[in-house]
T-cell receptor
Framework: DSGVTQTPKHLITATGQRVTLRCSPRSGDLSVYWYQQSLDQGLQFLIQ???????AKGNILERFSAQQFPDLHSELNLSSLELGDSALYFC?????????????FGPGTRLTVL | AQKVTQAQTEISVVEKEDVTLDCVYETRDTTYYLFWYKQPPSGELVFLIRRNSFDEQNEISGRYSWNFQKSTSSFNFTITASQVVDSAVYFCALSMRDDKIIFGKGTRLHILP
């Protein structure tokens, strides 16, 4: 158990809808990262937050947004969902802001868009 | 271009055999970090190792060892005396100064009893 929690575990929704994925980092970790894992694209870095501020951006679509709250939990919002957004979404956390820190991954949220 | 290539999509070996997973990377940055992560059937990614671009020393941790060669832009991972519990997908990743992280497509490793 990495100490990172993600809810929900599974989410099934329809095209055009909007969903919110939630992540609670390990106690003491200030950085939260979001990743998307799909069969087509593999594992892709989406975005990083550090202590409430956006730190780095990867291949995140404009339809997607994230934030990190004062209690350090983070939410990833996915809107105008398309079939291709079906994937496993991981959250990870680390102590510092540097990209080379060891990251601890949550169990993931499996999103299915029908 | 920045890229991580894991040419081996899937490997099967019999338990107790040694197996090497290849990773080749491309980057123009002189400062970068390389990682290996394991994704067992349960799905959660587990950090295995980090290596920075200035440290070419090979590393051994139990049955695991890593060979980093800047001359060939490779960071290969060897499991000695493989066990069934080693069955997983293994990802190599590259992290650069712009804080972006690029993962390879992964190598699915089957250890057969």
């Amino acid at each position: 158990d990495s100490g990172v929690t993600q809810t929900p575990k599974h989410l099934i929704t329809a095209t055009g809808q909007r969903v919110t994925l939630r992540c609670s980092p390990r106690s003491g970790d200030l950085s939260v990262y979001w990743y998307q894992q799909s069969l087509d694209q593999g594992l892709q870095f989406l975005i990083q937050y550090y202590n409430g501020e956006e730190r780095a951006k990867g291949n995140i679509l404009e339809r997607f947004s994230a934030q990190q709250f004062p209690d350090l939990h983070s939410e990833l919002n996915l809107s105008s969902l398309e079939l291709g957004d079906s994937a496993l979404y991981f959250c990870a956390s680390s102590v510092g802001l540097a990209h080379y820190n060891e990251q601890f991954f949550g169990p993931g949220t499996r999103l299915t868009v029908l | 271009a920045q890229k991580v290539t894991q040419a081996q999509t899937e490997i099967s070996v019999v338990e107790k055999e040694d197996v090497t997973l290849d990773c080749v990377y491309e980057t123009r940055d002189t400062t970068y970090y390389l990682f290996w992560y394991k994704q067992p059937p349960s799905g959660e990614l587990v950090f295995l190792i980090r290596r920075n671009s200035f440290d070419e020393q090979n590393e051994i941790s139990g049955r695991y060892s890593w060979n980093f060669q800047k001359s060939t832009s490779s960071f290969n991972f060897t499991i000695t005396a493989s066990q069934v519990v080693d069955s997983a997908v293994y990802f190599c990743a590259l992290s650069m100064r712009d804080d972006k992280i690029i993962f390879g497509k992964g190598t699915r490793l089957h250890i057969l009893p």
